[in-house]
Structures are given as structure tokens and as C-alpha cells.
């Protein structure tokens, strides 16, 4: 169970501190309780804390400029139950409709995983757009006139001297060039078939859910059965055996 905590800004912890890390292929339209649908990428992160391992799912809105924080119920859990506090993690994320892929940090050099974690907004949050100050308009200095450089020491201005007018410009008209006549050329879209649309589709969602069933879930992390459920099975066997014999 996950539910969402909008106490959670930001997971302020360091990239050493970071178990698993998986990120959506993909943005995905979501609508969360109070908020208008829109398009959304999901992350899955597994943190140490001083009590255990936390796991969070968190989903970024991008026109609300949001990050919304759900944990899970309970926060933290023993090192014995990261696994399954982490495919319930992904079944719970995959679940609207988003596919993960895990991002190995633990494969990743220190230098890397660092870089790598800071570039995501679940370290230290998403800036608001307010508080970027804008830069101050520089000061326009004022016009120093000729005139009042040149003034003499007593106060009275420099005599100016007169210029003659200059002899006016005789317009010079460009040559026009010929025009030169061209065809207009007509572009024609090919059509795509429907059916090859289709069969790309299909292909896609095949290859999406072939990618699903590569994932190891909860069946190839599932521990043997116990004695008493083995017995079970044994006793249910015999009483099916049974049956058939005696309907021969």
C-alpha cells in the first residue's frame, strides 16, 4: 500500500545511500486526486535510513511543475523484505500504466552515480520559477553634447562651425532581374496503409509485454514451499488419484 505524503519535497540523501532506482521509458498521461490530467514520468527509488530500507514511488507532473511523493505503508522495512517492498513498488507503478527500467547505480562508478542522482529532481526538488530574481536593466549613461565639452572657461560655448551642405545623392535605380518562370512542383504524401499501422502497433505492444515478462517479479523471487503445504498437495493428489480409480 502506498499512499501520498505532501510533506516530501525532495529525498536530501546521498547517491551512496541509494539501494534501487528505476525510471519510467516513457511519460505517461496521469491524473492524480486534486490535480488535472496530464503527462507525467514516474520514478521508484529504494533509500537507506537509520531504521531500515524506505521505498517511494514518485510521479512528476510536468505542466504543474509538481512532484508528488507516495510511500509506502510501512515506510521502512528490514533488509530481508527490500525485494518485496520492491515489486510491490513496481507493480503499484506499472499499475498506471508507466514501464520501468532499472538504472543499475550500483554498477555505476562513485563520480557517476553522484552525477547521475543530482540530475534528477527527486535530490533536491524542483526550482520555483519565482524565485529566479531577473537581472537588473543596465543604467543608460547620459548624452555628453559636443558643444558642452568645447565651452570655454568664462561660460560661453565654443563658436560652432558651419559645414557646407552636402550636394544631394543622385539615386542610382538597380537593374531589375528577369524573372525566371518554374513549375510548381506538387509533393504528393504517400498514404500508409491501415493494416501496416496496425501491424505496428501490435508489434509494439508485443514487444512492450515481452519486456514486462523479462522482469524477475514476484514468481522468480518466490521461497519454497514449507512441509505443511507440501503435505496439502500430497493429500489433495491422493484424494484426486482416488477419484479417478474410482470411476474406472
Not at 499499475?95 to 547521475?116: K, N, Y
Not at 518554374?182 to 519486456?211: F, S, W, Y
Not at 517479479?217 to 507440501?230: D, M, N, T, V
Request: hydrophobic share 40%; with cysteine; net charge neutral.
Amino acid at each position: 500500500m502506498f499512499h501520498w505524503d505532501k510533506s516530501i519535497n525532495a529525498i536530501n540523501i546521498p547517491a551512496s545511500k541509494v539501494v534501487h532506482l528505476f525510471r519510467s521509458m516513457r511519460d505517461v498521461q496521469l491524473a492524480l486526486p486534486g490535480v488535472a490530467g496530464q503527462l507525467a514520468s514516474a520514478f521508484l527509488c529504494q533509500y537507506q535510513q537509520t531504521d531500515g530500507i524506505a521505498t517511494i514511488a514518485v510521479f512528476h507532473l510536468h505542466k504543474s511543475r509538481m512532484l508528488a511523493f507516495y510511500c509506502s505503508d510501512p515506510k521502512t522495512v528490514p533488509t530481508q523484505k527490500v525485494d518485496s517492498m520492491l515489486d510491490q513498488g513496481l507493480n503499484f507503478v506499472e499499475s498506471m500504466g508507466f514501464l520501468m527500467t532499472d538504472q543499475d547505480l550500483h554498477l555505476l562508478e562513485r563520480s557517476d552515480q553522484e552525477m547521475l542522482w543530482a540530475s534528477l529532481p527527486l535530490a533536491a526538488g524542483l526550482q520555483d520559477e519565482t524565485t529566479v530574481a531577473a537581472a537588473p536593466a543596465p543604467e543608460k549613461k547620459p548624452d555628453v553634447r559636443s558643444e558642452d565639452k568645447q565651452a570655454k572657461p568664462g561660460g560661453e560655448p565654443a563658436p560652432q562651425t558651419q559645414l557646407a551642405p552636402a550636394a544631394p545623392a543622385v539615386p542610382v535605380k538597380p537593374a531589375r532581374p528577369n524573372p525566371v518562370k518554374t513549375a510548381p512542383v506538387k509533393i504528393v504524401p504517400e498514404a500508409v496503409p491501415a493494416e501496416d499501422v496496425a501491424d505496428n502497433v501490435d508489434d509494439l505492444l508485443a514487444a512492450v509485454e515481452a519486456m514486462r515478462n523479462k522482469r524477475p517479479g514476484l514468481r522468480a523471487r518466490k521461497s519454497p514451499p514449507s512441509a505443511q503445504e507440501i503435505a496439502q498437495r500430497q493429500l489433495q493428489l491422493c484424494q484426486t488419484v482416488g477419484r479417478i480409480l474410482a470411476s474406472l
